[in-house]
């Protein structure tokens, strides 16, 4: 079993709908908890950090760690174009030690 | 204020042969990580080098190496060059270790 599964899409989703993006993971050490968004042939972009449970709200993006379910989420309200790209979760278990990192998850919003 | 910049944006090299890739991290950020991005999955850590000493090193072969220098710029090595080490290859920097951590572009790396 994989640490960190996500699943690849694509997913396909209308402008303006609600996007719901999930990771789940194994190893219940894990306490940090990252998004980071990646545009083709560009390096991720950090959109969400967030330490044990619960939830953190920035502009449009929620992101939500359920550690008990080991299930991590990020929702996008109000999706645009714009938000097309992959998704990619990621965690740690110490403030210092290394990041691992889901597949992500390649998002389209159709305009 | 530049981000994390990385040198060369492409390369292109045959089996056996040697890579020096750069990087230069967000000034004032003194760790610099390195990851290996292979076409349809997630980043893979390589090394975390923090005040010039490595601080981590993930699951790679002898083949992979990397220094940090005084002004905390970056380099990864590989040597003997397989046709599994094509992918993108990032950096990404913090402010110490333990920190939140920011990707430059990467160098795409293709072997041949």
């Known amino acids: 079993q994989k640490e960190v599964e996500q699943d690849p899409g694509p997913l396909s989703v209308p402008e303006g709908a609600i996007v719901s993006l999930n990771c789940t993971y194994s190893?219940?050490?894990?306490?940090?908890f990252m998004w980071y968004r990646q545009y083709s042939r560009k390096g991720p972009e950090l959109l969400m950090y967030t330490y044990s449970s619960g939830n953190k709200e920035d502009g449009r993006f929620t992101a939500q760690v359920d550690k008990s379910s080991k299930y991590i989420s990020l929702f996008i309200r109000d999706s645009q174009p714009s938000d097309s790209a992959t998704y990619l979760c990621a965690m740690r278990m110490n403030r210092d030690d290394k990041i691992i990192f889901g597949k992500g998850t390649r998002l389209h919003i159709l305009p | 204020d530049a981000g994390v910049t990385q040198s060369p944006t492409h390369l292109i090299k045959t089996r056996g042969q040697h890579v020096t890739l750069r990087c230069s991290p967000i000034s004032g950020h003194k760790s610099v990580s390195w990851y290996q991005q292979v076409l349809g999955q997630g980043p893979q850590f390589i090394f975390q080098?923090?005040?010039?000493?490595?601080?981590g090193r993930g699951n790679f072969p002898d083949r992979f190496s990397a220094r940090q220098f005084p002004n905390y710029s970056s380099e990864l090595n590989v040597n003997a060059l397989l046709l599994g080490d094509s992918a993108l290859y990032l950096c990404a920097s913090s402010l110490v270790a333990s920190n939140e951590q920011f990707f430059g572009p990467g160098t795409r790396l293709t072997v041949l």
């Open positions: 190893n219940s050490a894990f306490q940090y």
């Open positions: 080098y923090y005040e010039k000493e490595e601080r």
